[in-house]
C-alpha cells in the first residue's frame, strides 16, 4: 500500500520569499515520486519527478525537490516566489503496479 | 499532437440520468486511468488500464463502469447519476505506471 502526506493545505508566501511545501509518503516499495501543479480551471503539469536516479531532482519554472529515504520525504522548494507561481501542488507517489496516489494538495498563495 | 482530451468540459445531469464521459490520448500510451478532484480530497482513482481490453478498480470504483477497446479511448459511463458524483473528472494516460501521467482538461459534472 501507498499514501502522500501533504503537510499544509495552504502556504502563503510573499514575493521572493522562499517556498517550501512539504510532502511525506508510505510505499512498501521502491517510490517513483511526483509533484504536479494546478492553476485554476486547468488540469495537472508534471513539474518534476524522481525515479531512483539522483536524490535533487530539478524541475521547472525553479521548483526542485530532494529524495530523503531515511526521512520519508519528497519536499519541494524554489528560492524566490513569482506572483506566477500562485496554484495547487500536488505530491504523488507510484510504484510498479501503475497505479498513482495523491495527496490531498497544497494551495500557494503569492502575496505582492 | 493533442495529447489528451475530454469531452464534454461541462455536464449537468439530473439524479438517475446516465451518460458517459468521453477521454482520448494519440501518443500511443498504454496506461490510462480516470481520476475524480473534490475539495479537500485530492484526486482519487476512480478505474485504471493497462491495455485494450484490460481494466482495473481504483479507490472509488462504485457507480462508474469503464471500457477499453482501443489503445486510444476510455470512456467513463455514470450508470446512475446521484449528487455524490459532482466532481471535476480527469483523464490520463502515460507510456508506463512509473512515468509520468498527461492529464487532459477534465470534465465539471454537476448532478442535481
Known amino acids: 500500500a501507498q499514501s502522500v502526506t501533504q503537510l499544509g493545505s495552504h502556504v502563503s508566501v510573499s514575493e521572493g520569499a522562499l517556498v517550501l511545501l512539504r510532502c511525506n509518503y508510505s510505499?512498501?516499495?521502491?517510490?517513483?515520486l511526483f509533484w504536479y501543479v494546478q492553476y485554476p480551471n486547468q488540469g495537472l503539469q508534471l513539474l518534476l519527478k524522481?525515479?531512483?536516479?539522483?536524490?535533487l531532482v530539478k524541475g521547472i519554472n525553479g521548483f526542485e525537490a530532494e529524495f530523503k529515504k531515511s526521512e520519508t520525504s519528497f519536499h519541494l522548494t524554489k528560492p524566490s516566489a513569482h506572483m506566477s507561481d500562485a496554484a495547487e501542488y500536488f505530491c504523488?507517489?507510484?510504484?510498479?503496479?501503475?497505479?498513482?496516489?495523491f495527496g490531498k494538495g497544497t494551495l500557494l498563495t503569492v502575496n505582492p | 499532437n493533442a495529447g489528451v482530451t475530454q469531452t464534454p468540459k461541462f455536464q449537468v445531469l439530473k439524479t438517475g440520468q446516465s451518460m458517459t464521459l468521453q477521454c482520448a490520448q494519440d501518443m500511443n500510451h498504454e496506461y490510462m486511468s480516470w481520476y475524480r478532484q473534490d475539495p479537500g480530497m485530492g484526486l482519487r482513482l476512480i478505474h485504471y488500464s493497462v491495455g485494450a481490453g484490460i481494466t482495473d478498480q481504483g479507490e472509488v470504483p462504485n457507480g462508474y463502469n469503464v471500457s477499453r477497446s482501443t489503445t486510444e479511448d476510455f470512456p467513463l459511463r455514470l450508470l446512475s447519476a446521484a449528487p455524490s458524483q459532482t466532481s471535476v473528472y480527469f483523464c490520463?494516460?502515460?507510456?508506463?505506471?512509473?512515468?509520468?501521467?498527461?492529464f487532459g482538461p477534465g470534465t465539471r459534472l454537476t448532478v442535481l
Open positions: 510505499s512498501s516499495v521502491p517510490p517513483y
Open positions: 504523488a507517489v507510484g510504484g510498479s503496479n501503475y497505479k498513482l496516489t
Open positions: 524522481y525515479t531512483s536516479a539522483a536524490t
Open positions: 490520463a494516460s502515460s507510456s508506463s505506471g512509473v512515468q509520468e501521467q498527461f
